[in-house]
Structure formats: structure tokens, C-alpha cells
């Protein structure tokens, strides 16, 4: 693992030995940042995926991200297809919501029951 950091925002590379390739390549990069405890961003961008049976694709990412109560994780595979999944929630009551890669949002309360989408 490789990279650079200044104490508020970094970057790492995440290195392991391709088999195709007979080398050490970089498989992925870690992004962050902390601007505050409730104000923080990861984001995990693939980069070599050529031996992944996942169907994820060069930059297809995961990213974590925390601004006051509001927290979301955005997953995109970047793949042939639409492949992006938004979760929504908020971290005092834990209600929340997913939009599904299809366009279908489904939502929760604070007690985890499904409720219907505002």
C-alpha cells in the first residue's frame, strides 16, 4: 500500500499480485476525507478488475459519506449496464431509504419497517 496524506484528506493505493499479469499492480485507491468527526468521506474507486468475477469495471467505486445525521453509501459498479445503488439513512433515528439501480426506492422507519417513500 502506497500514499499521501495531510491530515484531513489522503489517498491510498491498494497494491496485490495479478496473476494475468505475473506482477504487483495497483487493484484499487482509497480516497478520504475528515474535514470533522461528523463530516467525512471514503471512497474505494477498483481499478484493476481484470480478474474479478464481480462484473465491476475500471472506477466503478463505493463510496461512504457522513455530513452531520445524514449518511450515504453510493455503490457504483460502472458496469455495461446501470448499476448504481444509493442507501440513504440517518444516523440518530436510523430511518431511511434505498434507491435500486431499476429506479425502485424502498424506505424504512426507525423501527426497520418498510414504509412508503415520501
Not at 70 to 82: G, N, R, Y
Amino acid at each position: 500500500m502506497s500514499g499521501t496524506e495531510n491530515g484531513t484528506q489522503g489517498m491510498w493505493t491498494v497494491h496485490g499480485y495479478s496473476e494475468q499479469s505475473k506482477r504487483i499492480a495497483a487493484k484499487g485507491r482509497i480516497e478520504w476525507s475528515h474535514a470533522a468527526a461528523l463530516d467525512k468521506q471514503t471512497k474505494f474507486v477498483a481499478l484493476d478488475v481484470t480478474e474479478n468475477a464481480l462484473g465491476w469495471k475500471p472506477n466503478g467505486f463505493v463510496l461512504y459519506s457522513r455530513k452531520e445525521q445524514s449518511v450515504s453509501v453510493l455503490i457504483d459498479k460502472v458496469t455495461e449496464d446501470k448499476s448504481e445503488v444509493e442507501i440513504k439513512w440517518d444516523a440518530k433515528t436510523t430511518a431511511g431509504s434505498m434507491l435500486h439501480e431499476d429506479g425502485a426506492k424502498a424506505c424504512w422507519d426507525t423501527e426497520k419497517n418498510n414504509v412508503a417513500c415520501l
